[in-house]
């Protein structure tokens, strides 16, 4: 069965400290890897996507990394602001293509502290 | 663009009463979808449309869910008779497919059965 886990389930830093929340995934074939940024109140918001010749890509202070070897991922916010606080969510596409094969993580709450 | 306009933003109603929900996609994508988001278990696919027709709805949870999507501009999410454990956050995305295609979701329809 497909799956995604996240880690860690919550998180609390200060603001302007950096941080990495990860993504490990089963999905197989692999298609994409994308980290969705969800406001409370609010729908998710795509970041970045990761195909399978990349192994990083950045997206201003969220730089997001991929290894497709171990099916580990991973999101690193630099220099953390307020509007940071979120929860993220790492969503896996797996092929033959179709939404079918799209799996999602239950995601990291991140909340940044003054 | 207006992005994925959704309503209501926030229905209670109790046990055994009609519930509607309503999405309107961004205009020019061909695929829509609804996912429904809970605590427990994150964001689950209940149905997916691609140019009006539906092509996977095996996460509607049972019969009492129904959705249908008359035109490229609108679709609906009902669930009769609603339950106390339907109580979740009803989001519908639109996509405009490709092998990358991103999910653009709208700000959710939060539904609480009493």
């Known amino acids: 069965k497909n799956q995604v886990e996240q880690s860690p389930q919550s998180l609390i830093i200060l603001e302007g400290k950096n941080c990495t929340l990860q993504?490990?995934?089963?999905?197989?074939?692999?298609?994409?890897l994308r980290w969705y940024k969800q406001d409370t109140g609010r729908g998710p918001v795509s970041l970045t996507i990761m195909t399978f010749s990349e192994n990083t890509k950045s997206n201003g202070r969220y730089t997001a990394t991929l290894d497709a070897d171990t099916k580990q991922s991973s999101l690193h916010i630099t220099a953390s602001q307020l509007s940071d606080s979120a929860s993220y969510i790492c969503?896996?596409?797996?092929?033959?293509?179709?939404?079918?094969?799209?799996?999602f993580g239950t995601g990291t709450k991140l909340q940044v502290i003054p | 663009d207006a992005g994925v306009i959704q309503s209501p933003r926030h229905e209670v109603t109790e046990m055994g009463q009609e519930v509607t929900l309503r999405c309107k996609p961004i205009?020019?994508?061909?695929?829509l979808f609804w996912y429904r988001q809970t605590m427990m278990r994150g964001l689950e696919l209940l149905i997916y449309f691609n140019n009006n027709v539906p092509i996977d709805d095996s996460g509607m949870p049972e019969d009492r869910f129904s959705a249908k999507m008359p035109n490229a501009s609108f679709s609906t999410l009902k669930i009769q008779p609603s339950e106390p454990r339907d109580s979740a956050v009803y989001f519908c995305?639109?996509?405009?497919?490709?092998?990358?295609?991103?999910?653009?979701f709208g700000e959710g329809s939060r539904l609480t059965v009493l």
């Open positions: 969503v896996v596409s797996g092929l033959p293509g179709g939404y079918q094969k799209v799996t």
């Open positions: 205009s020019g994508h061909d695929y």
């Open positions: 995305a639109s996509s405009p497919g490709g092998p990358h295609g991103e999910l653009f």
């Open positions: 993504c490990n995934y089963t999905v197989s074939p692999f298609s994409n």
